[in-house]
C-alpha cells in the first residue's frame, strides 16, 4: 500500500476517533446560554433546520448499535466513485488554475540547463488511465476493497512543480464536483481531508 492511502487512513482515523472522543454532556454543558427557555427554543430551531434540510433529529441512543458504513459505501461504492471521477476529470484538466497537463514547466536539469518538459498530454488512452488510478485510490483510502496500481503520488509528482495554489484549485474543482453530484456535507467534508491528506507528496511549491 503506497505512502499516501496509509496517511489518508491515518487521517480518517483520526477524525473518527476525534468524533468518537466528544462528551455529549460536555457539549450540551459548552453551547447551554444558561437560561433553560433560551436553550430550548435554539435546540427546536436546530430541530427545524434539520427538517427543512431533509436531516434526522435522531437522539444520541439511536442507532448506537447499527454498524458504521465505511465512506466508500456512503458514497454509493465503485458505481458512486465513478461518477465522481467522470465528472472530476473533465472539469479539472479544463480549469486553468489546476495546470493539470503542466503546460510551460519543465524538470531536472541544472540552472535550467537539460530541463525536458513537464508537460502531461491529456490523450484519451492517458485521461483513462488517470480516471482508472483515481478511481482506485479513492476507493482505498475510503475503505474500499479495490487494488490500488498507479504508481507512488510522490514519484509521480516529483519534479513537477506543483503549486500549493493549484492544488486548492483541484480541491476547489471536487468540491464543485460533489456539489454537483448532490454528494452529502458529511462525505464531502471526509473525501476532501483525503485529498489534503496527499498534499505533501503533491505540492512541492509552497
Known sequence: MSTTVKSAFALCALLAAAGCATDPEKA?????????????????????????RGE????ADDGKDAPQQ??????????????????F??????DPR???????VTRGGVLGIGAKSAEWKATGENVE??????????????????????????AVHKGMAIANVEFDASVGVMKATLDNLGVGTV????????LESARPLIAEKR
Open 70 to 87: 465505511s465512506l466508500f459505501e456512503r458514497l454509493g461504492g465503485d458505481e458512486g466513485l465513478r461518477r465522481i471521477v467522470e465528472d
Open 187 to 194: 462525505e464531502q467534508r471526509e473525501l476532501l481531508a483525503i
Open 98 to 104: 489546476t495546470n493539470w497537463e503542466r503546460k510551460g
Open 129 to 154: 488511465r488517470l480516471k482508472r488510478h483515481l478511481a482506485q485510490f479513492l476507493a482505498v483510502a475510503s475503505g474500499g476493497p479495490a487494488r490500488y496500481e498507479g504508481r507512488e503520488l510522490g
Open 89 to 94: 476529470v473533465p472539469r479539472v484538466i479544463a
Open 56 to 59: 434526522e433529529a435522531a437522539d
Open 28 to 52: 450540551r454543558e459548552f453551547r447551554t446560554s444558561g437560561s433553560r427557555e433560551a436553550d430550548q427554543r435554539a435546540e427546536q430551531r436546530v430541530a427545524r433546520t434539520q427538517q427543512m
